[in-house]
């Protein structure tokens, strides 16, 4: 279902422009909904930088997938990702989605010991999708 037909938008050019300063680490592809590439981006640095200087280009059309692919939710799909990607071993984006008992985990184990972190950027546009459910 496409985004405008739930009445909003559900992810931002801007913000992926932003998470694409991280993009040698793979922030912006895992948030436009592509965690394979995302990890690849992180293990390899960005392609060693070449990717990441292509996807300076690529990112309108990143967005445009995203919209197509993800449900507007009660919580906004930036916020969420602003929280994980610079307070996620709080668990302060789990907190945000209402996911209480995970956020407490998150926040005593230091992210579930970083691997909940890496489970969220794989996951994280699936979660908020399934919150517009």
């Known amino acids: 279902m496409e985004a ?3 009445g909003g938008q559900t992810h931002s050019v801007l ?4 998470l694409w ?4 680490m793979g922030a912006h592809r895992f948030y436009y909904g592509r965690p394979v590439s995302g990890t690849v981006w992180f293990c390899t640095l960005g392609l060693l930088f070449i990717g990441w200087i292509v996807d300076l ?10 919209e197509r692919r993800y449900r507007s939710a009660p919580v906004d799909y930036n916020v969420c990702w602003i ?3 610079f307070l996620g ?6 907190f945000y989605m209402g996911k209480w008992l995970t956020g407490l985990l998150y926040l ?3 992210g579930l010991f970083l691997l909940g972190i890496l489970y969220d950027y ?3 546009n699936r979660q908020i999708d399934e919150l517009a459910a």
């Open 89 to 94: 071993i709080f668990g302060v984006h789990r």
């Open 108 to 110: 005593f184990t230091g």
């Open 4 to 6: 405008t037909k739930q």
């Open 122 to 124: 794989w996951t994280l």
């Open 15 to 18: 913000m992926g422009y932003l």
């Open 21 to 24: 300063i991280f993009g040698f």
């Open 57 to 66: 280009f690529l990112i309108p059309g990143m967005d445009r997938d995203a």
């Open 83 to 85: 929280l994980l990607t």
